[in-house]
């Protein structure tokens, strides 16, 4: 059974950078069958979509977040990463990250709640 | 790109039947066939119910059934039962790997 688990720091201070990384066990990373993507949602509100990855590395990120969010993959790890720089009070948000399947997400991680505050 | 729009609330007795709908555009729902709709308890990650419109994953219960007319689809739930309490998002596909989700809606269960 697929398993995605985000892990990183629950605070970050106002303009730093939020980073994050999920590993996915069972199953492989290495498939073009599937993107690799991240889902936030802020407290008491609906879903954002943040960007996808393949495993080759091609990205595809929201228009409104594309100047702040970079994505990284570690293969050897069965690792995908979020970077989101300059961040505010705004991206404070339960960050999800998910396997893309065509336009829909199948397996989702449990979720991490990331506080932008000082 | 904007939010696609959902209902924020709606509600139905045990048994009854209950439509949830997701209003987007031509550039969106209108010009994909990839929507899907996801199940949210609280505390909870989000649980894909329906994808390419109206396809059910494996365990998912045939209770529930999506369409598309235009630039909305529409989410079905029959025979509601209580364990059905939850947010409902719709999403769908805006080209260029781009996707949109649904601001919510929350379905109660009378």
């Known amino acids: 059974q697929l398993q995605l688990q985000e892990s990183g720091p629950g605070l970050v201070k106002p303009s730093e950078t939020l980073s994050l990384t999920c590993t996915v066990s069972g199953g492989s990373i290495s498939t073009t069958s599937y993107y690799w993507g991240w889902i936030r949602q802020p407290p008491g509100k609906g879903l954002e979509w943040i960007g996808s990855m393949l495993y080759t590395g091609s990205t595809y990120y929201n228009p409104s977040l594309k100047s702040r969010v970079t994505l990284s993959v570690d293969t050897s790890k069965s690792q995908f990463s979020l970077n989101l720089t300059s961040v505010t009070a705004t991206d404070t948000a339960v960050y999800y990250c998910?396997?893309?399947?065509?336009?829909?997400?199948?397996?989702w991680g449990q979720g991490t709640l990331v506080t932008v505050s000082s | 790109q904007s939010a696609l729009t959902q209902p924020p609330s709606a509600s139905g007795s045990p048994g009854q039947s209950v439509t949830i709908s997701c209003t987007g555009t031509?550039?969106?729902?209108?010009?994909?066939?990839?929507v899907s709709w996801y199940q949210q308890h609280p505390g909870k990650a989000p649980k894909l119910m329906i994808y390419e419109v109206n396809k059910r994953p494996s365990g998912v219960p045939d209770r529930f059934s999506g369409s598309k007319s235009g630039n909305t689809a529409s989410l079905t739930v029959s025979g509601l039962q209580a364990e059905d309490e939850a947010d409902y998002y719709c999403?769908?596909?805006?080209?260029?790997?781009?996707?949109?989700f649904g601001g919510g809606t929350k379905l109660t269960v009378l």
């Open positions: 031509s550039s969106d729902v209108g010009g994909y066939k990839y």
């Open positions: 999403s769908s596909y805006s080209g260029i790997n781009n996707l949109l």
């Open positions: 998910g396997r893309r399947r065509e336009a829909y997400f199948d397996y």
